[in-house]
């Protein structure tokens, strides 16, 4: 027989602890522990640990506990058996660094084999400065306490060093044994179950996927994801950040993935590597009486297993199983990140809501009581139930129909705790039908055969429709492509190239609707016509005026080609602008010529032109803007540069005619949004007053432009009935109103955030404590709250970003 202090002593400890263990994992034991040049995963069942932690007057059980905090009172059991036929002593101890030793009231003693509850559980409560808490299991022996006592107070650093590793090898463990079971859970009914739920798995765990098993045949492609499951776990960096301790040592154990010949020539991963690392660290005061042996934890509410990746001694050196509570420090929560790329229905149960960059949301439960609350346009919320789901990639909506005033578009924050902290994660915009019919916007008559239309829809949810189809005459129904925008609008394209006139009917199906909508359009024939083409002397482009103007490919007057550049439609007229190409431009005013255009069935047609007299040019030379007073109990913002017009302001700005032309009084100026029409219109006495024939200043009011006028501003030119080039002014934007900014005093060094206060606060789009806007507070869409929280001012000043001149930030002294 093999004397009982080698490492490879087999079955006599095995028997004995099998009355700890399920019977099958007795076979296990009674192999050859793996020596130390070879770890072996932590594969071995061991005993279990009832924990839970209570702070204030709330408890957790500890799989929903992240990390520990000071104050905190943990209450740990032994789940052993009740014919228990070896006494275990449970030892815990709390650590305060690698170099400075706990003191002796730090570390307490439980014998589990006694019958009063204070004398076989731990009851602790973590103490002040205290960062790591290890749990040792160890055979009842005389001396045993001391030894232990010893062993912690000694090298403090081992243990600590032991926590850390331990911890983070843990939570890798979670994602690879979550990863696992559901590639193990599919049952080969559906051939494209893996190539769609692999890859999808791989990215909500992190873990590393081996895409080329999912080109095998069904039958392997399971086992080939998971082969050489060891190097699986890819990093990540939260659990790294949760197991890191304050001594500022790096897990670069736990985070080591490569196959080095040091780490046993590609046998090693972040958490199989713990055992050989460990055993170094404990190797060192392992002694004839004991050994310490690292386990892995896996936790289910209040249970926490371990897991061991050797069989336990019970002769001497008798085994002391070492595990890991959380680290004792904040409830951080982890960056969440939504990846929805557009808005997600809710007609159906189990909407996913799709989230990214935190894997321990799916193989843990620190993140728990999770919801989700809806916000409808009438501002009423509701919270809903959610829960997490690797293999969709995200958080699935679960509970009952929501309510019917929750229709149309909807925001959504996910929400819940993480720990005992409270956990906010990323928003998202839901829809739901609302019953009302689609609109057309445009006409509805308007399809013109010979050529695709563009229709566009406004309707409720958009991003329930699953099916568009068009169906002309008796023709059957065809298919078409669509996309959501502006949230609210359903875009498609109707293919009339070889159609008749005629009814086009459009059916439209939402998600779970037992029957499509039905919309019916008309297609008319349109003639090729041609207008006219405009075009000034000195000028380098024009416009053509007609029907059918998608046919023109060219149009060439004497020696200047002109080719088409946007192509616009209003009513029944397309306008198509033509550019010259080169250099080249218009002749003189009152040259008459005939130009050719070619359409694209190659037909030429012909068209006179008169050049029309040069359009009127000035330039802009001086800008003045007035701020308007500020409302009663409002703080005033800096605007910065001169380009930036409030809507309770005045803008003065000076223009000078052209070399060689002059300004009269029939001179007006159109000042216009950028791509939209005329919203206002200055002339002499109305705003314009003429300082000579070559100067002329402007006043515009803000509150003279249309209600709902914003952004960049834009003039040009009138004289003699003709219009100059349009040419940038200033940018309007609206006004927040600030009442307050309030910042509380900073607390243990860390920087409070403060709180902004207001009115229309939707109008800003961001808030940053600096110019650069290096770490900026994004405002979500539809805000209609009366305070943010914002960062802390860096310079005295808070920089806000508001919507209608993103590129123009503005101050808040």
Not at 343 to 366: D, M, N
């Amino acid at each position: 027989m093999k004397d009982a202090d080698s490492p490879r002593s087999t079955c006599a400890p095995a028997r004995v602890f099998a009355r700890t263990v399920p019977l099958a994992l007795a076979c296990l034991l009674c192999t050859a522990a793996p020596a130390l040049a070879d770890p072996a995963p932590f594969e071995l069942t061991g005993p279990d640990l009832r924990i839970t932690v209570t702070r204030g007057q709330q408890s957790l059980p500890i799989a929903q506990v992240p990390s520990l905090a000071e104050g905190d009172r943990i209450s740990v059991h032994a789940a052993l058996p009740e014919d228990q036929g070896l006494k275990f002593l449970l030892v815990s101890a709390f650590l305060r660094g690698a170099t400075n030793p706990p003191p002796k009231n730090w570390i307490a003693i439980a014998d589990t084999w006694k019958s009063k509850e204070k004398d076989k559980a731990l009851a602790l409560t973590v103490p002040k400065g205290a960062r790591q808490m290890v749990v040792l299991m160890v055979p009842d022996t005389n001396g045993a306490e001391g030894a232990l006592v010893d062993a912690v107070r000694g090298k403090p650093g081992e243990f600590v060093r032991a926590s850390q590793d331990l911890n983070q090898a843990s939570l890798d463990h979670s994602r690879l044994t979550s990863f696992m079971g559901a590639i193990q859970a599919q049952d080969n009914t559906g051939p494209e179950y893996l190539r769609a739920v692999a890859p999808v798995l791989a990215r909500s765990l992190s873990i590393k996927l081996n895409e080329d098993c999912l080109s095998k045949v069904i039958e392997m492609q399971a086992s080939c994801l998971l082969e050489n499951k060891e190097s699986l776990v890819l990093n990540d960096v939260h659990s790294s950040s949760l197991a890191d301790t304050l001594t500022g040592t790096p897990t670069d154990l736990a985070l080591q993935l490569s196959a080095t010949p040091e780490a046993g020539a590609g046998y090693y991963s972040a958490y199989i590597g713990v055992a050989r690392d460990i055993a170094r660290i404990f190797g060192a005061f392992n002694n004839p009486q004991f050994g310490y042996l690292p386990t892995l934890s896996v936790r289910r509410d209040e249970t926490m297993s371990l897991l061991l990746n050797a069989a336990p001694s019970f002769q001497k050196p008798k085994s002391v199983m070492v595990t890991a509570l959380p680290a004792i420090e904040a409830d951080i929560p982890p960056q969440l990140r939504s990846t929805a790329k557009a808005p997600i229905c809710v007609a159906r149960p189990g909407a996913l809501l799709p989230v990214e960059g935190a894997p321990l949301v799916f193989s843990t439960a620190f993140a728990h009581d999770m919801k989700v609350k809806l916000t409808n346009a009438s501002g009423q919320t509701i919270d809903v139930p959610v829960t997490p789901r690797a293999d969709k990639g995200g958080y699935v909506i679960t509970g009952e129909a929501l309510p019917s005033a929750f229709t149309g578009s909807m925001r959504a924050q996910l929400h819940g705790l993480w720990g005992f902290a409270p956990f906010e994660g990323p928003e998202f915009l839901l829809q739901r039908p609302d019953g009302n019919a689609w609109k057309v916007t445009g006409d509805a008559d308007g399809l013109v055969v010979g050529r695709d239309n563009e229709v566009v829809l406004e309707g409720a949810a958009p991003s329930c429709v699953e099916d568009v189809t068009m169906q002309q005459r008796n023709g059957g129904p065809k298919a078409l492509e669509w996309k959501v925008r502006d949230g609210n609008r359903l875009a498609f394209t109707v293919p009339l190239a070889k159609a008749a006139p005629g009814e086009v009917r459009v059916e439209l199906r939402y998600q779970g609707a037992k029957g499509p909508e039905t919309l019916s359009l008309r297609a008319r024939a349109e003639a090729s016509r041609i207008d006219g083409f405009e075009l000034h002397a000195g000028d380098t482009e024009g416009e053509l005026t007609g029907q059918r103007l998608d046919q023109v490919q060219s149009l060439t007057l004497g020696e200047i080609a002109f080719k088409p550049d946007g192509l616009t439609r209003e009513g029944t007229v397309d306008r198509l602008r033509l550019v010259a190409q080169g250099a080249a431009k218009a002749p003189d005013a009152g040259t008459a010529d005939k130009a050719v255009i070619a359409l694209a069935d190659g037909r030429n047609l012909s068209l006179p032109i008169r050049i029309a007299g040069p359009r009127p040019q000035a330039e802009l030379i001086g800008r003045t803007v007035y701020p308007g007073p500020s409302a009663p109990g409002a703080r005033t913002l800096e605007l910065g540069s001169g380009d930036l017009l409030p809507d309770n302001g005045e803008l003065v700005f000076s223009i000078k005619a052209a070399q060689g032309d002059h300004f009269g009084a029939a001179s007006t100026i159109e000042i216009a949004t950028s791509g939209g029409p005329v919203a206002a219109r200055l002339s002499s006495g109305k705003g314009l007053t003429l300082e000579s024939q070559q100067v002329m200043v402007a006043r515009l009011k803000a509150s003279d432009l249309p209600a709902g006028t914003f952004g960049p501003l834009r003039f040009r030119l009138v004289g003699d009935g003709t219009a100059g080039d349009w040419k940038p002014l200033a940018t309007l934007a609206r006004l927040p109103r600030i009442e307050n900014l309030a910042c509380p005093d900073n607390k243990n060094d860390a920087p409070a955030p403060c709180t902004l206060s207001g009115r229309d606060l939707f109008l800003i789009g961001a808030v940053a404590a600096d110019r650069a806007f290096a770490q900026p507070v994004t405002v979500p869409p539809g805000f209609t709250g009366g305070s943010l929280a914002v960062p802390r001012p860096a310079d005295g000043k808070l920089y806000l970003r508001l919507r209608d001149a993103p590129e123009e930030p503005v101050a808040l002294s």
